[in-house]
């Protein structure tokens, strides 16, 4: 089972401000994501990564960006935030190909931010 | 585009009652099905399921796939006040390595 960390867990800026949201997992998994998601609704695909130095965009557009450095780290990057940006942000991460349960995706605690 | 439809929406049922929480889905190139439980914050994995007709059990829960019919059926027997949650499905496919998430259902059980 990964471990999988979020913080903050809670972010209430101001419009403009430049923040990230950090995501790292200790279990070695090659694949990581980013899901958006409001109160009450579906999660969405925003971001993900097959490895060190692969990033693609998901299935929902999003003005944000992120990065794969390292293996453990995932970090997600807004330049200007803005008050459409409220949402919760749950970062996963599952295991490498060959191993069981490859489609299990284990989640971070996610990230509430607020946008003023 | 894949798609998962879950059912009902929302259900309120009293403690120790039996609930039966339902999945379908249309997705090409079908690989795998899969039941998370989300309380206050991030999902829980439950379940994954891909092969058809064979029933996935942990305790009290119970999940089974129809490849045929394209659903699958969450069970929860003895329901408890801690099963209270939204319960989410989603699906993947061969063709990438996402998940495509329903709605899910939000489960109350009255004490």
């Known amino acids: 089972e990964a471990d999988i960390y979020q913080t903050p867990r809670y972010l209430v800026i101001g419009t403009g401000k430049k923040i990230t949201l950090e995501c790292s997992q200790t279990?070695?998994?090659?694949?990581m994501y980013w899901y958006q998601q409001d109160p009450g609704m579906e999660l969405h695909l925003i971001h993900y990564s097959y490895g060190v130095n692969s990033t693609e965009k998901g299935d929902l557009s999003s003005e944000s960006t992120v990065s794969r450095i390292r293996t453990e780290h995932f970090p997600l990057t807004l330049e200007s935030a803005r008050p459409s940006h409220t949402s919760q942000y749950l970062c996963?991460?599952?295991?490498?190909?060959?191993?069981?349960?490859?489609?299990?995706?284990?989640f971070g605690p996610g990230t509430r931010l607020t946008v003023l | 585009e894949d798609k998962v439809v879950q059912s009902p929406l929302s259900l309120v049922v009293h403690e120790g009652d039996t609930v039966t929480l339902n999945c379908s889905y249309e997705?090409?190139?079908?690989?795998?099905l899969l039941w998370y439980k989300q309380e206050k914050k991030a999902p829980t994995f439950l379940f994954m399921l891909?092969?058809?007709?064979i029933e996935k059990k942990s305790g009290r829960l119970s999940s089974i796939l129809d490849k045929k019919e394209l659903f699958s059926i969450l069970n929860i027997t003895a329901t408890q006040t801690g099963d209270s949650a939204v319960y989410l499905c989603?699906?993947?496919?061969?063709?990438?390595?996402?998940?495509?998430f329903g709605t899910g259902t939000r489960l109350t059980i009255i004490p």
């Open positions: 997705v090409t190139n079908f690989r795998s």
């Open positions: 279990m070695g998994h090659d694949k």
């Open positions: 891909t092969s058809s007709g």
């Open positions: 989603a699906v993947s496919n061969f063709g990438n390595e996402k998940l495509t």
């Open positions: 996963a991460s599952s295991a490498t190909p060959l191993a069981e349960l490859t489609d299990t995706q284990y």
